[in-house]
T-cell receptor, first 116, second 112 residues
Framework: DGGITQSPKYLFRKEGQNVTLSCEQN?????MYWYRQDPGQGLRLIYY???????QKGDIAEGYSVSREKKESFPLTVTSAQKNPTAFYLC???????????????FGPGTRLTVL | AQTVTQSQPEMSVQEAETVTLSCTYD???????LFWYKQPPSRQMILVIR????KQQNATENRFSVNFQKAAKSFSLKISDSQLGDAAMYFC?????????WGAGTKLIIKP
């Protein structure tokens, strides 16, 4: 079945540690996205990538980093510089033909990150 | 600044009845896309319906339809014959500047 997988489902981090959230898709999509979801708020874009080896910052990129070495994979690293990382993180992909403001995005099941 | 507003944090509806979720947005563009996504308890976001502002005809997907009022910048979602599986958070989103801007969501409760 085609889809997007995220791992782990739950992640616990101690203060001062970097952690990496995995996102893999087998939809053959060019574009991939990372969002942060906090209670009572809409999704906020962290980073997006429209093509391999290229990515752009979203509205809340500070304290996060990404890489896009393969079309299928778009891992997100939450660094110790992120002051309030406890949140739900969603990865998405789209075929990238028309752009992020137009394409339908397909989402993974998410990762819940908690800082201890 | 928030540019997508969902004024109803929570709505409830009796099973088999119709419910309308509201969404307003702010834009100076003439052509853009609007989306409704559903996030069930599993938390995996699923597209419900997508509308291009240039098209005057309201989008429809089975029991889901929109009332798109471009001049009023309103994009409400109507769910007919509500089912228990419709219980979820519903998010409205507007496409702007190479990204989606999301509303805060409406929690829909279905009463059996």
């Amino acid at each position: 079945d085609g889809g997007i997988t995220q791992s782990p489902k739950y992640l616990f981090r101690k203060e001062g540690q970097n952690v990496t959230l995995s996102c893999e898709q087998n939809l053959n999509h060019d574009a991939m996205y990372w969002y942060r979801q906090d209670p009572g708020q809409g999704l906020r874009l962290i980073y997006y990538s429209q093509i391999v080896n290229d990515f752009q910052k979203g509205d809340i990129a500070e304290g996060y980093s990404v890489s896009r070495e393969k079309k299928e994979s778009f891992p997100l690293t939450v660094t110790s510089a992120q002051k309030n990382p406890t949140a739900f993180y969603l990865c998405a992909s789209s075929d990238g033909l028309a752009g992020p403001a137009v394409d339908t995005q397909y989402f993974g099941p998410g990762t819940r990150l908690t800082v201890l | 600044a928030q540019t997508v507003t969902q004024s109803q944090p929570e709505m409830s509806v009796q099973e088999a009845e119709t419910v309308t979720l509201s969404c307003t947005y702010d834009t100076s563009e003439s052509d853009y896309y609007l989306f409704w996504y559903k996030q069930p308890p599993s938390r995996q976001m699923i597209l419900v319906i997508r509308q291009e502002a240039y098209k005057q005809q309201n989008a429809t997907e089975n029991r889901f339809s929109v009332n798109f009022q471009k001049a009023a910048k309103s994009f409400s979602l109507k769910i007919s014959d509500s089912q228990l599986g419709d219980a979820a958070m519903y998010f409205c989103a507007y496409g702007r500047n190479y990204q989606l801007i999301w509303g805060a969501g409406t929690k829909l409760i279905i009463k059996p």
